[in-house]
């Protein structure tokens, strides 16, 4: 069965640095999400992405963060300096195939450690 | 805001009872309601999902209902068994129309099914 793939599992940067995680979602379909969850809380919506540009974003999603679809299979999330606070699970779904058109679907996440 | 609740926060139940999990959203206006699980340490996994205009949906021991109106949905498992055990979450989306919406998750209900 197909599914969402994330790369790496375990990333651990520098306050300051620049990370950047990347995600291949199901071949087929069309939109694609970035969320994150801090330890013990919540899952949290960052970015939506359809047609190669973010459909919408909540407050969490500000200037530090980006994403990009790269190539047909890759969609990456870069924050450009980490705080602290980044530290999170971070999740990529996507959804919009033949079947089941807006089941979002996830990946095993990237663990974010900023030290 | 949408707010999403789930009661309880956390249940342990022997091998084989019916059991119920609760999620309320306080926005009605939603564009369908998904239920995943969590494992420890692991992504999301979809369960089930309904759209707004439904009332149920049903997936070999599970049964989502959901009563929009009233703000609720109710995970229905039955003869439950130790793999069951998990974090259930309940997500809403709202409608925007555009396809790649956002959801917003509870907290999840700690399910623990004592062999």
């Known amino acids: 069965e197909p599914e969402v793939t994330q790369t790496p599992s375990h990333q651990v940067t520098q306050m300051g640095q620049e990370v950047i995680l990347r995600c291949v979602p199901i071949?087929?379909?069309?939109?694609f999400y970035w969320y994150r969850q801090i330890l013990g809380q919540k899952v949290e919506f960052l970015v939506s992405f359809y047609n190669n540009e973010i459909s919408e974003k909540s407050e969490i999603f500000d200037d530090q963060f980006s994403v990009e679809r790269p190539d047909g299979s890759n969609f990456t999330l870069k924050i450009r300096s980490t705080k602290l606070e980044d530290s999170a699970m971070y999740f990529c779904a996507s959804s919009g195939g033949q079947t089941s058109t807006d089941t979002q679907y996830f990946g095993p996440g990237t663990r974010l450690t900023v030290l | 805001k949408q707010e999403v609740t789930q009661i309880p926060a956390a249940l342990s139940v022997p091998e084989g009872e019916n059991l119920v999990l609760n999620c309320s959203f306080t926005?009605?206006?939603?564009?369908?309601l998904q239920w995943f699980r969590q494992d420890p340490g692991k992504g999301l996994t979809s369960l089930l999902l309904i759209q707004s205009s439904q009332r149920e949906q049903t997936s070999g021991r599970l049964n989502a209902s959901l009563d929009k109106s009233s703000g609720r949905s109710t995970l229905y498992i039955a003869a439950s068994q130790p793999g069951d055990s998990a974090t259930y979450l309940c997500?809403?989306?709202?409608?925007?129309?555009?396809?790649?919406?956002?959801?917003?998750f509870g907290k999840g209900t700690h399910l623990i099914i004592q062999p």
């Open positions: 071949s087929n379909h069309l939109y």
């Open positions: 926005d009605s206006a939603i564009y369908n």
């Open positions: 997500a809403v989306s709202a409608y925007s129309g555009g396809g790649a919406d956002g959801l917003t």
